[in-house]
Every structure is written in C-alpha cells, then in structure tokens.
C-alpha cells in the first residue's frame, strides 16, 4: 500500500526538517529549538536500533544487511563505494519507517510541533512538506573530519574502530565513505531551492546558525 504523497503533506503541516550532512549542526539547532519551543523532537539516530529490529530482507535489505557482516573489521574496511552505496540504501529504507512514524506522532501529539534532526533527501522533501519548514545544514570536509569523532555519541563507533588491527584505515576509509561524492550531494542541495548552510569553519557561533534557522521556520513570530 502506498500513502498519497498530498496525504503525508497535509499530515505534515506541524513538522519541521533540519537535515544535511554530518556535522552541519542538526543536533545542535533542533535540540536547542526544541527545548526553547517546547517542540517534540524526533532524532532519526535515536531510532535506528528501533528500526533495524523491524526491518525484513525483503522490504529493507540494506537495514537487514548489517546483521550478516561477519565483523566490525569487514564492515568497516569495505570499499568505499560499496559502502556509500549501502549507506544511502540504508538511509532510503530509514526514510520510509520515519515517515510512517512521523504520521502517526504528528496525530498524537495534541496539534504541538515536532522538530526532526534526521537525513531526508531534498528530493523526498520536495514531496511531503513545504519549502518553509526545511533547513539543510552541511558541513565541509575540513569540519567533518576536525568534529565527526570528537563527538560524544560517537564514543563507542571510535572505541570499536580503536580495537581494530588497523584503526587508523578504518578512520581515514570511513571518512572517504562520507565524503563520496559529497559535493555532487552538495550542489543538489543548492539547486533545490531549499534553504541551507554550508559550516565551512571550525569556528562557527551555533547561536548564529540556530538564529538563522529560527527566523526561517518563522519561530520568533508565532511564540
């Protein structure tokens, strides 16, 4: 069964999408606006363990995947582009069971705003929502590779790499994994007609950055 995408839209009136690349900042804005806002904040990594326990061969073959990779070795030393390419399928599959979840919070949530920090591709946004209720926040290389392990929810993915025979391979193999083709990834993102932000410094104010963001969900107005 296929769910109409004006259906999804019209469901999806109360939600908010802060979406990019790693290290754009997602975290950061959406948890600070949830908190300022009191918006119910949904976080596509809390629920990847959810998701994965109910993915099926059949349907989610990439979510399913994982669990026939032998060992952390061979799942993080597979070439890069095999591995992007599982990714992306991962993250497609991932899409699906968000929006099904997304539907049913957003009618139990008594009319409040639900604020997601996840990876929906401007393509699938251009489907379910409007323009004015998605941020895409990315990130350069030179971020990506200063901040992407140095960040507490990836203490335990650093821990596993750090027992491996070659950890240092297996950084550098899962940082071209992120990077692979990132700049086409980029410009589509440019070309969309989304509003974005590229962190190109090391140095970037998050308050400036959830400001932004705040005036383009149009927050300061209407609290």
């Keep these: 069964m296929l769910i109409a995408n004006n259906i999804i839209k019209h469901h999806f009136e109360n939600i908010y999408f802060i979406t990019g690349s790693a290290c754009g900042g997602k975290t950061t804005v959406s948890k600070f606006l949830a908190n300022k806002y009191d918006l119910i904040l949904y976080s596509w990594d809390d629920r990847f ?12 073959p990439a979510m399913s995947q994982r669990s026939n990779i032998s060992s952390w070795e061979e799942y993080f030393m597979r070439p890069v582009e095999e591995f992007a390419d599982w990714l992306a399928s991962s993250f497609k599959e991932q899409t699906s069971m968000a929006t099904a979840d ?3 919070q957003a009618g139990n949530v008594g009319g409040k705003k639900i604020i997601v920090d996840g990876f929906f591709t ?38 596993c790499i750090n027992g491996l025979k070659n950890p240092k391979a297996a950084i550098e193999n899962t940082f071209r994994t992120m ?31 959830i400001r932004e963001v705040e005036k383009h969900f149009g927050f300061g107005s209407e609290y």
């Design 49 to 60: 363990a959810e998701y994965q326990a109910l993915a099926h061969p059949i349907y989610q």
């Design 102 to 104: 997304l539907l049913r």
């Design 122 to 159: 401007a393509e699938i946004l251009k489907e379910i929502t409007d323009y004015s209720r998605v941020f895409f926040l990315l990130a350069s290389e030179e971020v990506i590779r200063h901040d992407y392990f140095n960040r507490e929810e990836k203490r335990d993915m650093l821990e």
């Design 179 to 209: 990077l692979y083709k990132q700049e086409e990834h980029d410009n589509a993102i440019r070309e969309s007609g989304f509003r974005y932000n590229i962190r190109d410094t090391l140095n970037t104010n998050p308050l400036d950055l």
